[in-house]
């Protein structure tokens, strides 16, 4: 069998909070950061290293939490162990909550799985919900985005709309409820009202690393291409994103950027910039933007 893509993404997101809360607790293994960098490139390694970092420090919430991570992203990968790893992924998130009941970042990772699992592998809308409560009686702030999140997982429109409404008045300082407005009106193809949101995230003073603010800025540009409107714009904000944007599982590629940028200037009528961010898509080895980039040069 293999696990649903969406487990793959949800299992992905990057855990500044918890580690934060979790370093003045416990030291963590020399094996954790190995796995964490390999991560992004041999799942294999990253297993191994995590498999080392779990001998070395049994009750580290974090090494649970990112022995998590791997092991369901080895789920999204596999086709006949998929099974196996995903209650793997599920063993060690249990694990993370219980080590640290009060960290966001690790119930928010369960709730992930479960949303993103089948239910043979574990995956429960129920238990989703009941670790959403959980989070939003440890903080208001984490319970909302993780309401958000079960909303938008579950497919309940309504309820999504009607919380990142009030979420955007109730903490209109945090990029992420601005950003997500964002989304919702570039699928509603509402894009001038898109461009505003993804402006006030960029403008927003609270973020987690800059995900959100530089996850705006990108789509700016992607705005700027579906509409086929405000072109500058969603140039200037591409190549603001290619500046600041660190690598990280919770934003785009850069050859992501350049491809639009290749977009953009091909709107634009400007083949020798065109031609100039396909070349540096091209270095991807990313087999959907290759497919984007072969579209674009017919």
């Known amino acids: 069998m293999r696990l649903t893509s969406f487990l793959l993404i949800l299992l992905t997101i990057m855990p500044w909070a918890s580690r934060a809360a979790n370093a003045a607790v416990v030291a963590n293994p020399a094996e954790l950061q190995q796995a964490t960098v390999a991560m992004r490139t041999d799942l294999d390694l990253a297993e191994?290293?995590?498999?080392?970092?779990?001998?070395?420090?049994?009750?580290?919430?974090?090494v649970h939490f990112i022995c998590g991570r791997?092991?369901?992203r080895q789920a999204g990968d596999a086709i006949f162990s998929a099974l196996s790893y995903a209650k793997k992924s599920l063993t060690c998130l249990k694990q993370a909550v219980l080590l640290q009941p009060d960290n966001t970042a690790y119930r928010r990772g369960l709730v992930s799985f479960y949303l993103g699992a089948p239910g043979i592998a574990g995956g429960d809308e129920d238990l989703a919900w009941q670790q959403v409560e959980q989070i939003s009686a440890i903080d208001a702030l984490q319970g909302a985005l993780a309401k958000l999140n079960f909303y938008r997982q579950t497919e309940q429109q309504d309820q999504y709309r009607q919380l990142l409404e009030q979420g955007r008045i109730d903490y209109t300082a945090h990029a992420e409820f601005h950003y997500r407005h964002g989304l919702l009106l570039q699928e509603e193809k509402h894009y001038t009202q898109a461009f505003a949101a993804f402006t006030a995230a960029t403008q927003a003073a609270k973020d987690n690393a800059?995900?959100?603010?530089?996850?705006?800025?990108?789509q700016i540009g992607r705005t700027a291409l579906f509409s086929q409107q405000q072109l500058a714009e969603g140039i200037d904000a591409l190549n603001y994103f290619i500046a600041h944007a660190h690598a990280a599982d919770d934003l785009p590629e850069k050859a992501w950027a350049h491809l639009r940028l290749a977009q953009l200037h091909k709107l634009n009528d400007d083949n020798a910039l065109m031609q100039q961010h396909l070349g540096y898509a091209e270095q991807s080895n990313d087999k959907e933007l290759q497919r984007e980039i072969r579209r674009l040069q017919r």
């Open 48 to 62: 191994k290293y995590i498999k080392q970092a779990l001998k070395a420090a049994p009750d580290n919430p974090e």
């Open 70 to 72: 791997i092991m369901g």
């Open 210 to 218: 800059d995900v959100y603010v530089l996850n705006a800025w990108y």
